[in-house]
């Protein structure tokens, strides 16, 4: 997360070296490439260089608000992780350091003595005439000593498991969100393109509209409408 906010605020510098202060310069003196790239970089990056600032301000507004809410899901899935794992240290005596199969096995079995009789019986199903690869097997993927577990009630146990499936529902809400980023960028970068043909054409205004409308099927529809 420190490396994308300072990918951000490098972006942030770039823009105010490369925007004028004052006034907007001729379209001639700017150029379609580079406004994409500022868009792609950073949406309405693209927009303040061609000196359409309240669009530009409005494409700020989104990919800030994008961004804070994937910080927001991914600090809310580490606390959450820390949560589940420290009710599995607590609860069910499980030691640091192991793997997240191993917590994904906690969420389903009380004690990993009810983990082995599965596993036991898997053996028999995989090799039902050959006792020693059965006997293999088992020690292979069972769980004793100091790597097993047992949690001390079943709500205990519920708990966790809650606990789990929201840290990692988080965690694809976090990933979810730079989906909107991508979509920022899109829009962006096909506002900036409509904008600069259209100024090149002598049309004014508004380029660019991003919008919902109802459909038949109690949902909504994105859609982008532009003056041609």
């Known amino acids: 997360m420190r490396k994308l906010t300072q990918a951000l605020v490098i972006a942030l510098v770039w823009l105010a070296a490369t925007v004028p202060a004052q006034g907007a ?7 379609l490439g580079k406004a994409l790239l500022l868009s792609i970089a950073l949406p309405g990056a693209g927009e303040a260089y061609l000196g359409a600032t309240g669009r530009a301000r409005a494409f700020f507004a989104s990919e800030a608000a994008v961004w804070s809410a994937f910080a927001y899901y991914r600090v809310q899935a580490g606390m959450r992780k820390g949560v589940y ?63 097993g577990w047992e949690w001390d009630s079943l709500q205990r146990m519920q708990d966790f498991a809650h606990e789990r499936t929201m840290s990692r529902q988080s965690y694809r809400r976090a990933v979810l969100t730079t989906g909107f980023a991508v979509l920022n960028r899109m829009v962006s970068v096909i506002d900036v393109y409509l ?15 991003l919008g919902t409308q109802p459909t038949s099927s109690q949902g909504y529809r994105l859609y982008i409408s532009a003056p041609f």
């Open 25 to 31: 310069p001729p379209l001639r003196e700017k150029s």
């Open 85 to 147: 794992k420290e009710k599995a240290r607590l609860f069910a005596g499980v030691r640091g350091g192991v793997s997240d199969d191993y917590y994904k096995l906690l969420a389903y079995y009380l004690s990993s003595e009810e983990y082995n009789v599965d596993v036991r019986r898997q053996a028999r199903l995989l090799y039902p005439d050959e006792r020693e690869l059965q006997a293999a097997y088992f020690e292979t993927n069972g769980y004793f000593g100091e790597d």
């Open 195 to 209: 904008s600069f043909k259209l100024e090149e054409k002598g049309h004014g205004g508004p380029r660019l509209s």
